[in-house]
């Protein structure tokens, strides 16, 4: 939430520049896509490199809605597309993690448990707007874990970041969860 806020307020003074990008924002969403794969498959080996390479690949992620709604190419399809190929790169990320941590399963668990959080934030959402609800509350949406985990990757502090995105994934469904049943509940839907 705190990430969005802060990408939309950059696109004013930063839309001249954004104008003179000429590149279809769906290319840009591919690219994001490949390089955060590209840094996934480097977190199975080495964290540093990984973080570093996954964050680079997340620019793209911010990159390209700007573009598309400053240079008006916004679409449902490219909306879909992000939205999918975001869940790929969250499951790449969190393998690449849980594969790095094989020999420590306590780890390996941690990090699948915090990919089930993530995919699970995502579903919420998702599942609250198909019946109508708005539900954009949570503290914990995919730019935040996206910074968590390229810090915890790049300071060599996995495993904190990990616990640290475990609780409040999972604490952000709590919060979609309880705004959806009251906004059903509300419309004397629940």
Same mark, same amino acid.
């Given at each position: 939430m705190i990430s969005s806020r802060l990408v939309r307020r950059l696109e004013i003074p930063l839309a001249p520049v954004i104008r003179r990008i000429k590149i279809n924002p769906n290319a840009i969403t591919l690219a994001g896509f490949l390089v955060t794969s590209a840094g996934a498959g480097l977190l199975a080996s080495n964290f540093q490199a990984?973080?570093?390479? /996954? $964050? $680079?690949?997340?620019?793209?992620?911010?990159?390209?809605?700007? /573009?598309?709604r400053v240079n008006v190419k916004t679409s449902a $399809?490219?909306?879909?597309?992000?939205? !999918?190929?975001?869940?790929?790169?969250?499951?790449? #990320?969190?393998?690449? #993690?849980?594969?790095? $941590?094989?020999a420590d399963m306590a780890g +390996?668990?941690?990090?699948?448990?915090?990919?089930?959080?993530?995919?699970? +934030?995502?579903?919420?959402?998702?599942?609250?707007?198909?019946?109508? !609800?708005?539900?954009? /509350?949570? #503290?914990?949406?995919?730019?935040?874990?996206i910074i968590i985990i390229t810090a915890g990757a790049i300071s060599g502090q996995v495993i904190p970041a990990l616990w640290v995105l475990f609780v409040l994934s999972h604490v952000t469904v709590l919060q979609r969860m309880a705004h959806t049943k009251k906004e059903l509940d509300g419309r004397g839907l629940g």
């Amino acid at each position: 939430m705190i990430s969005s806020r802060l990408v939309r307020r950059l696109e004013i003074p930063l839309a001249p520049v954004i104008r003179r990008i000429k590149i279809n924002p769906n290319a840009i969403t591919l690219a994001g896509f490949l390089v955060t794969s590209a840094g996934a498959g480097l977190l199975a080996s080495n964290f540093q490199a990984g973080g570093v390479v /996954v $964050l $680079l690949g997340s620019l793209c992620d911010v990159l390209d809605g700007m /573009v598309a709604r400053v240079n008006v190419k916004t679409s449902a $399809l490219g909306a879909y597309l992000d939205s !999918v190929l975001d869940r790929y790169s969250d499951g790449f #990320i969190f393998l690449g #993690i849980a594969y790095h $941590l094989r020999a420590d399963m306590a780890g +390996v668990f941690l990090s699948l448990g915090t990919l089930l959080g993530a995919y699970l +934030v995502s579903y919420a959402r998702a599942r609250a707007e198909g019946l109508g !609800v708005e539900c954009k /509350v949570g #503290i914990m949406e995919r730019p935040e874990r996206i910074i968590i985990i390229t810090a915890g990757a790049i300071s060599g502090q996995v495993i904190p970041a990990l616990w640290v995105l475990f609780v409040l994934s999972h604490v952000t469904v709590l919060q979609r969860m309880a705004h959806t049943k009251k906004e059903l509940d509300g419309r004397g839907l629940g």
